[in-house]
């Protein structure tokens, strides 16, 4: 009997075999220890594990009450030269779902589309992009990036890594026309990757045997059902390179050094603490979220200190 309850856990499992791998497959740039979280979300879901309507709701309660009160709603009634705040909070998506609000991501669609809403309203002359994100996926977060750069000159862009700009957070970021870190911040994880995950072994003990029909030289040629060949390894080598390439030149422009000093000396993959990556160049200074809306608004005021930001020209979207 403990035989037959194995196997079908195995089969339970191998089920979404295929939605992980793609999960896995798919170039990210994020920290490896939060693609493990999702991954092992995923494997919570192939176990048989579900969530019902009211823990759905409750989880989208939660990703929401854990944001700053500053970020719950576009507030005040803002002069001229107003400060638009913009949370970017949790693992980077490019669209919105069930799943990101599930799970407190980022979705670069909605990110996008406050930014131009703020890019575009007359009372704003300063974007505040707030961020506290592992990174994510690839996906769309080179068009943002390019839409943050190409702001510059339109509105100030100013970003805040509070407390983590990593990956493709720090992609992001790296594109306003400065960019400060908290002191017990960190930023940086230059880098993508991806992973392949092979079964052969786990269907030959279940006692499944899978036989794919393809058409097309390279279809299929990563499959998890058999091992992954020099030449499919290649193939996804070059496509995380060709990431890799397009991430180094973005964090080069918007930071205003050569692709050469990123590869080399932004971290080669590693988050940095606040001194760190202030003495690399990686950031323009050190502050924390309060002292830098009382900078950006003109204002003086303590560390931490709330009316130091309780002004009328503070704006948050979200």
Same mark, same amino acid.
């Given at each position: 009997m403990s035989d037959l309850t194995d196997d079908g856990a195995m089969a339970a499992e191998l089920r979404y075999a295929d939605v992980i791998r793609a999960v896995s497959?798919? $170039?990210?740039?994020?920290? $490896?220890?939060?693609?493990?979280?999702?991954?092992?979300?995923? =494997?919570?879901? =192939?176990?048989?594990?579900r969530l019902s309507k009211e823990d759905i709701r409750q989880r989208i309660a939660e990703a929401q009450a854990g944001k700053p009160a500053a970020d719950s709603a576009r507030v005040g009634s803002a002069r001229s030269g107003a400060i638009a705040v913009? $949370?970017?909070?949790?693992?980077?998506? $490019?669209?919105?779902?069930?799943?990101?609000?599930?799970?407190?991501?980022?979705?670069?669609?909605?990110?996008?589309a406050r930014f131009r809403e703020a890019l575009a309203d007359e009372q704003v002359g300063t974007i505040l992009i707030r961020a506290d994100t592992p990174g994510g996926s690839v996906d769309l977060v080179q068009e943002a990036a390019d839409e943050i750069f190409n702001a510059r000159g339109k509105k100030r862009v100013v970003g805040i890594a509070d407390t983590m700009a990593a990956s493709a957070g720090y992609w992001l970021l790296s594109q306003c026309e400065e960019l400060v870190v908290t002191p017990s911040g960190e930023v940086g994880s230059i880098g993508v990757f991806s992973a392949h995950t092979e079964y052969t072994q786990a269907l030959e003990k279940a006692g499944v045997k899978t036989t794919l029909i393809r058409a097309g030289k390279f279809k299929a040629e990563s499959n998890p059902y058999e091992p992954l060949t020099e030449e499919a390894r290649g193939a996804m080598q070059a496509r995380v390179n060709d990431y890799y390439d397009s991430f180094v030149k973005a964090v080069a422009r918007g930071r205003g050094v050569k692709s050469a000093d990123v590869r080399g000396g932004f971290g080669e993959g590693r988050v940095v603490g606040s001194s760190e990556a202030k003495s690399l160049g990686m950031v323009d200074g050190v502050a924390t979220f309060e002292d830098t809306l009382s900078r950006l608004a003109g204002r003086s005021g303590g560390s931490g200190s709330r009316n130091a930001v309780a002004d009328d020209r503070i704006l948050s979207f979200v």
């Open positions: 497959e798919t $170039p990210w740039a994020i920290m $490896p220890g939060m693609l493990a979280v999702i991954t092992d979300l995923l =494997a919570f879901r =192939a176990a048989g594990g913009l $949370p970017l909070f949790g693992v980077i998506t $490019p669209r919105a779902g069930m799943f990101a609000d599930v799970s407190g991501m980022a979705a670069l669609d909605r990110f996008r």
